[in-house]
């Protein structure tokens, strides 16, 4: 299932989203994955970049047990449905144990953990997190001595640390310990989860003054979950490289909830993703061994691998290259296309909007554009002014309704400009 044209589009938009979208949420995208691909890779989680260095594959069932298990971890110490979790961990399986688990029994809080003590503090009071998972050094080395400040600004906070081994510290849970004694075939405390309820808090990018909690509804993560994909088709045989963060939307919903829901295999290139330099001079070796047939980079990225050299790789596997989070140089598409023979897709979103709003499509010219909406999202330019509609071609404020759009910030709830 895949479209080409807008008027794909419009067949898509005549069935109600209610009733082509079975699935209202993050526990039904990942009970239906795994049902439907139990055995089948979800997570290959790479320690390095060599051909030698160990992985971690996690299948669709041990995937969904995990995180049942987290949630259950979760309602043992008291978090409810209401309560915010705040999650600092590299890309390691049980980050996304922590992301779902705590979407699908409170609220999760994807931070990014290179911001300082001081700064993911102040997010945590504005989110009300009562609860902390965060990496042990052995893990990354960074984290843990933020921890130690952020436990001095917020008094109470449950801790639960990933990775430490059996440690006793007051205070201090290890996560993989608390997983063990948790029922992994249903929930102890199940909450509701409607489309309208609110499953996590992702903070932006502070482009106005300090950063924003944009609340991601469970409705639109499930509508980005099938959205997402479409350009891609959906079949189950894809193996998506994501090195992007998880505290990203781009890292965590188009870059692995959405593949996880469609029966995709996610290969996380590290801990640190691209950030780890030898992910980019490894590029097509990691390509090549583990049979990748979407990679995703931000440009820079892309850029930057464009230039490692790939003579002797095989690379038959790879189907094309998905971009985003900035402007994609015409001239960078134009070279990947003709030296690589397949596509590169680009996409536009934002936090707000979970994240994608459109998406370029393959085997049509749309290079220096955003392509086309997708399914259910409405877009149009407004005169800044006048708030006048503009017709193609004008400068103007992007207006985006549908769906997928989020319900407000936290704390800086005002009037939305779109009425039924």
């Known amino acids: 299932m895949t479209f080409r044209t807008e008027a794909d589009i419009l067949a898509y938009e005549r069935v109600p989203v209610g009733e082509r979208l079975l699935l209202r949420n993050v526990l039904d995208l990942l009970q239906d994955s795994a049902a439907r691909h139990a055995n089948r890779v979800a997570i290959r989680s790479l320690a390095g970049t060599g051909p030698n260095d ?5 299948t669709y069932a041990e995937l969904l047990k995990r995180t049942i298990q987290t949630a259950n971890v979760l309602a043992a110490h008291g978090i409810g449905p209401g309560d915010t979790v705040t999650i600092l961990l590299p890309s390691v399986p049980e980050t996304f144990y922590a992301l779902w688990g705590a979407e699908i029994a409170a609220i999760a809080n994807p931070v990014n953990y ?3 003590a001081s700064q993911i503090a102040g997010i945590m009071k504005e989110a009300g997190s009562r609860a902390l998972i965060a990496a042990d050094p052995s893990l990354f080395a960074d984290i843990w001595p933020k921890v130690e400040e952020i436990r001095k600004a917020i008094p109470g906070l449950a801790v639960f640390r990933v990775g430490g081994g059996n ?11 608390e997983l063990s004694v948790q029922p992994d075939d249903s929930l102890i405390a199940p909450k509701k989860l409607e489309r309208d309820t609110v499953a996590a808090l992702f903070h932006t990018g502070g482009t106005t003054g300090l950063p924003k909690l944009a609340r991601h509804t469970h409705g639109a993560l499930a509508l980005a979950a099938w959205s997402n994909a479409l350009n891609f088709g959906l079949e189950a045989e894809h193996v998506l490289i994501n090195p992007l963060p998880q505290f990203h939307v781009g890292g965590s919903i188009f870059g692995a909830l959405s593949p996880i829901a469609n029966g995709w295999t996610v290969v996380i290139p590290t801990p640190l993703g691209a950030r780890n330099p030898n992910v980019v001079r490894d590029w097509w070796s990691l390509v090549e061994r583990n049979k990748v047939t979407i990679a995703g980079a931000v440009p820079t990225t892309l850029a930057a691998i464009m230039n490692v050299p790939r003579d002797g ?10 971009s985003g989070g900035s402007t994609v140089p015409v001239e960078l598409i134009r070279r990947i296309e003709a030296e690589l023979k397949v596509p590169v897709i680009e996409g536009y979103g934002i936090t707000e909007c979970s994240p994608a709003i459109a998406l370029t499509v393959p085997g049509k010219n749309m290079h220096g554009t955003v392509g086309v909406p997708l399914p259910e999202v409405e877009v149009c330019v407004t005169d800044l002014d006048t708030g006048e509609v503009l017709p193609r071609g004008k400068t103007g404020m992007l207006n985006v309704h549908g769906p997928n759009v989020f319900p407000g910030y936290i704390a800086h709830d005002g009037p939305s400009p779109f009425r039924d």
């Open 54 to 58: 160990p992985a971690r594959d996690i």
């Open 114 to 116: 290179f911001l300082n």
């Open 167 to 177: 440690r006793n510290e007051v205070g201090i849970f290890e996560f993989e310990r």
């Open 313 to 322: 790789h095989d690379l038959s596997s790879l189907k094309c290259f998905v």
